[in-house]
Nanobody, 127 residues
Framework: QVQLVESGGGLVQAGDSLRLSCAAS????????MGWFRQAPGKEREFVAA????????SYGDSVKGRFTISRDNAKNTVGLQINSLKPEDTAEYYC????????????????????WGQGTRVTVSS
């Protein structure tokens, strides 16, 4: 059974940096583009970032451009999300997701296109 396990969340102060990580297992990792989404309390799930199968292409949600960086290591089956200059509005549950990418566009911001999801890691930013 495919597993995506996020880690790295926590309670931080505004302006801090944080790195989230997602470890994938039981899938051919290089066949999947990967994405990060987040959901704040009482709000809909929001696209954060996505990365292509090779890592050569990335895309970001408008609210995080310039502060967030997505990366992947296909040798280790991991995808990371570097978050800088954290703001209180970044407080949310962050989810890693995998999208089968062979024969499809390089990245996607639509949660409906993702096949597998992790359980999430919580990020809380205090002001």
């Amino acid at each position: 059974q495919v597993q995506l396990v996020e880690s790295g969340g926590g309670l931080v102060q505004a302006g801090d940096s944080l790195r989230l990580s997602c470890a994938a297992s039981k899938l051919t990792f290089s066949s999947y583009s990967m994405g990060w989404f987040r959901q704040a309390p009482g709000k809909e799930r929001e696209f954060v970032a996505a990365i292509s199968r090779s890592g050569g292409m990335t895309s970001y949600g408008d609210s995080v451009k310039g502060r967030f960086t997505i990366s992947r290591d296909n040798a280790k089956n991991t995808v990371g999300l570097q978050i800088n200059s954290l703001k209180p509005e970044d407080t949310a549950e962050y989810y890693c997701a995998a999208r089968y990418g062979v024969g499809r566009s390089s990245t996607s911001s639509s949660s409906f296109e993702y096949d597998y999801w992790g359980q999430g890691t919580r990020v809380t930013v205090s002001s």
